[in-house]
């Protein structure tokens, strides 16, 4: 058995062993921290080489997808066409207060304000990355870790925020007893036609480089699904927690490699950054529940500034609606790629041809 599969099985097992530890003693997402605690165990304690197949990863993603999707029935999705307003509200609120936090985080870290903005706004890491490439000016290694970095604070804080505001009428049940599991509502013909169809969609995202699609995909599948059948379903308890445990491990392993790059005044910065955007948006969230009939728990997972994978995972443990937050990130998703991406790519370039004339 070669380094790498012995690293690989050491780290399920432990994955497994503390997940099951944490479910026992009623600890807040356990197959979301069991994982990570034997990443980090393993890296940085038993010094393993572990090498997590990206592959495997990517299908916890694609099973988190389907089970965001399967919350998309047609009573929600006209539930959230109602909400549109506070969608864009509270979207176009959270990249204001990005903004104005880039202008801190560009004096702590010493960097340009081509670094602070790309490294600041939240929930678009990829474009982000590549607009620092593409940005002479940009410090490619900066943004990179910033924005990755956002994770260790996303899974320890707004975990942490969001179970004190958690639906007391849900007390994290991962299926409702009204809608039917994946295996008691669909045939095996049924299950091979998404299988086919969100394989087909993703392949058709990936061909055109569009973000996201390993959970784009199976949602828009699984909306089309809820709206021509009605065949709904949940994705039964032990896939939920499977697929929290194979991609958990690869979100482990990176917040354990990224633990040796926190250091010094980046540090500082990045820390600060983080945590002032999450409760910045905490408190957002506070006003505008206050004069709107939103539960706060929703409304802060739906404007949280961090990956829609993670979140939806704390959304499934305190019982929030997961459709309605899942609508938030996916419009921010779109919202980033399509306008502020685009808006953000002509001031740099201008301020790049500024500096140019200048030089000159």
Request: aromatic content about 10%; hydrophobic content about 60%.
């Amino acid at each position: 058995m070669n380094k790498q599969l012995k690293g690989n099985l050491i780290v399920l097992i432990l994955a497994l062993i503390f997940s099951l530890i944490l479910n026992a003693a009623h600890v807040l997402l356990p197959f979301m921290f069991g994982p990570i605690i034997a990443s980090i165990v393993c890296i940085r304690y038993l010094h393993l080489d572990v090498q997590w197949p990206f592959w495997l990863s990517q299908i916890g993603l694609v099973l988190l997808g389907v089970q965001i999707g399967s919350t998309f029935t047609k009573t929600v999705i006209l539930d959230i066409k109602d909400d549109w307003f506070t969608i864009v509200m509270i979207t176009v609120m959270l990249l204001v207060l990005a903004l104005i936090i880039a202008y801190f985080f560009k004096k702590i870290a010493n960097v340009n304000t081509e670094t602070a903005i790309l490294s600041v706004i939240p929930g678009a890491l990829s474009q982000m990355l590549i607009m620092a490439e593409e940005n002479k000016k940009a410090n490619i290694m900066v943004v990179s870790l910033t924005q990755t970095s956002r994770i260790i604070f996303v899974v320890i804080l707004v975990p942490f925020l969001s179970y004190f505001f958690k639906n007391p009428d849900n007390d994290g049940a991962l299926a409702t007893n009204t809608t039917k599991t994946l295996t008691q509502a669909l045939t095996l013909p049924n299950i091979l036609i998404l299988i086919i169809a969100i394989t087909v969609v993703y392949f058709v995202m990936k061909k055109i480089n569009f973000p996201t699609k390993q959970l784009l995909a199976p949602i828009l599948v699984l909306i089309c699904w809820n709206l021509f059948t009605s065949a709904t379903f949940t994705l039964d308890n032990y896939i939920i927690a499977a697929a929290q445990i194979i991609y958990m491990i690869r979100i482990g392993i990176q917040i354990a490699k990224l633990l040796d790059q926190m250091k010094g005044r980046i540090a500082v910065a990045i820390a600060f950054q983080n945590i002032l955007l999450i409760l910045l948006a905490f408190v957002m969230v506070l006003f505008i529940s206050s004069v709107s009939h939103h539960q706060v728990n929703e409304l802060f997972l739906g404007a949280a500034p961090g990956g829609m994978s993670q979140i939806v995972l704390v959304a499934i443990e305190t019982g929030a609606d997961v459709a309605m937050i899942s609508s938030y990130h996916i419009f921010r998703i779109f919202f980033i790629l399509f306008l502020i991406a685009p808006m953000l790519n002509y001031f740099l370039k201008y301020r790049a041809r500024q500096g140019y004339h200048n030089e000159k």
